[in-house]
Nanobody, 128 residues
Framework: QVQLVESGGGLVQAGDSLRLSCAAS????????MGWFRQAPGKEREFVAA????????DYAGSVKGRFTISRDNAKNTVYLQMSSLKPEDTANYYC?????????????????????WGQGTQVTVSS
C-alpha cells in the first residue's frame, strides 16, 4: 500500500513557474514508476508526465513538453513536477500516481489504468 500526498499548487499568472511535489509513504518507493496527471473541470483526466523507477526514463505529453520537468528523489520518497511558462490551459487539478513495476527499471506509462495508487490532487490555476 502506498499513500501519495501532493502539494505546491496555487494561483499563478500566465508565464509563471510552479513546482509540485508528491510525497509517498512506505519503503519501496523505488519499485514504482511515478506519473503526473491532470483533470480540468468537465474534462477527462489526462497524462502529463511520467518517470521510471530510478529516473532514467521520462515521458511527457506534447502539450507540456519543453515547459514541464518531472524528477524524483528516491531517498526522500518524493516526485516533483517543475512547471514553467504556465498557460491558462494548464489550469487543472494535478494528481500524482504510482505504478508498481518490479521488473523493468526504464518502464514509463501514459495509461491511467496502469497506475495502482493515486493522490488526492492539488489545484493549479493559471490566470491570463
Amino acid at each position: 500500500q502506498v499513500q501519495l500526498v501532493e502539494s505546491g499548487g496555487g494561483l499563478v499568472q500566465a508565464g509563471d513557474s510552479l513546482r509540485l511535489s508528491c510525497a509517498a509513504s512506505g519503503r519501496t518507493f523505488s519499485t514504482y514508476t511515478m506519473g503526473w496527471f491532470r483533470q480540468a473541470p468537465g474534462k477527462e483526466r489526462e497524462f502529463v508526465a511520467a518517470i521510471s523507477r530510478y529516473g532514467g526514463s521520462t515521458d511527457y505529453a506534447g502539450s507540456v513538453k519543453g515547459r514541464f520537468t518531472i524528477s524524483r528523489d528516491n531517498a526522500k520518497n518524493t516526485v516533483y513536477l517543475q512547471m514553467s511558462s504556465l498557460k491558462p490551459e494548464d489550469t487543472a487539478n494535478y494528481y500524482c500516481a504510482a505504478a508498481f513495476n518490479w521488473g523493468d527499471s526504464d518502464f514509463v506509462s501514459r495509461m491511467l489504468k496502469r497506475y495502482d495508487y493515486w493522490g488526492q490532487g492539488t489545484q493549479v490555476t493559471v490566470s491570463s
